[in-house]
């Protein structure tokens, strides 16, 4: 009987061994999951960083090319400006002409 109560004993403390083990062993495979965790919201966060920065710059080229079509617009509009200043002045007027008879008409 002696030796049935010393076998049992020898069985729960080995179960309990192993059990301590296996939570250590989840332990340790938690701590390997968080800084998993960390790492890729690190990643992420740089890899928005950098979308954001290539965002930006493209933006900024963009106005950059619509700043230069607008400033060439302008020199072309300088150049008709000068080189028929009649026909600018009767096209000025004519437009004018229209756009008043639009915002100033009779309603009814």
Do not use: C, W, Y
Request: charged share 20%; hydrophobic share 45%.
């Amino acid at each position: 009987m002696f030796d049935r109560a010393k076998s049992a004993g020898t069985a729960v403390q080995s179960e309990t061994q192993s059990f301590k083990s296996n939570v250590q062993g989840l332990g340790d495979d938690l701590g390997h999951v968080k800084d998993d965790i960390v790492g890729l919201g690190h990643d992420v966060a740089h890899t928005a960083r950098s979308g954001v920065a290539a965002a930006r710059a493209g933006a900024s080229h963009a106005v950059d090319a619509a700043r230069e079509r607008g400033d060439e617009a302008v020199e072309a509009l300088k150049h008709q400006v000068s080189s028929r200043p009649l026909v600018s002045l009767g096209v000025a007027l004519g437009a004018g002409v229209v756009l008043g008879m639009l915002l100033f008409r009779p309603r009814s």
